[in-house]
């Protein structure tokens, strides 16, 4: 079917979660560029549960780093719906190395109020097979095929 929602996940980190005035900006953000918020949550990680989705990055360089500060306060989960989500997602986030990404890609999520390239203020997933294994990580019951078949159709019109 032509112009089919698709899914991703997107995560705003804790650095973001705690700012209200960057939160609200990558919010309407996410709204401008045409997503459909599915399902929200709010969630506090627990060291077990930041290893669990971070394991393809056990035993990296920044894999401590990164699991000290996905636990270190709230994050917001979202499933994105938008034809082209990943793709359209990963480009509003920019590059994950928030440095270059300042001068690259200046008006992005990132390039506008990433730090570092732990605290680069997002996450995206990066195909559809991560989307949902990582929706299903973050919303455990979320039914993608009764998605599909009762809210896609409605969102889309």
Same mark, same amino acid.
């Given at each position: ?15 973001? %979660?705690? %700012? ?11 709204? $401008? =560029? ?9 969630? &506090? ?12 990055? $056990? ?21 994105? =719906?938008?034809?082209? =989500?990943?793709?359209? +997602? ?27 390239? $732990?605290? &680069? ?9 991560? =989307? ?10 979320? &039914?993608?095929?009764? +998605?599909?078949? @009762? ?5 889309? @019109?």
């Amino acid at each position: 079917m032509k112009n089919i929602l698709k899914l991703t996940l997107a995560i705003i980190k804790p650095d973001v %979660v705690k %700012v209200p005035f960057t939160l609200q900006q990558i919010h309407s953000k996410i709204l $401008t =560029a045409g997503f459909y918020i599915v399902q929200s949550r709010t969630v &506090n990680l627990s060291c077990q549960q930041v290893e669990n989705f971070y394991t393809e990055h $056990t035993g990296r360089f920044f894999h401590k780093r990164l699991v000290t500060f996905m636990k270190s306060g709230p994050i917001h989960a979202h499933i994105l =719906a938008h034809p082209e =989500a990943i793709q359209l +997602w990963r480009k509003i986030m920019g590059p994950t190395k928030s440095f270059v990404t300042q001068y690259e890609a200046p008006d992005t999520i990132r390039g506008s109020f990433g730090l570092t390239d $732990t605290r &680069n203020c997002t996450h995206g997933s990066d195909s559809e097979t991560s =989307a949902m294994r990582e929706i299903k990580f973050f919303f455990p019951q979320f &039914n993608y095929e009764e +998605w599909l078949e @009762k809210q896609e159709s409605v969102l889309r @019109k």
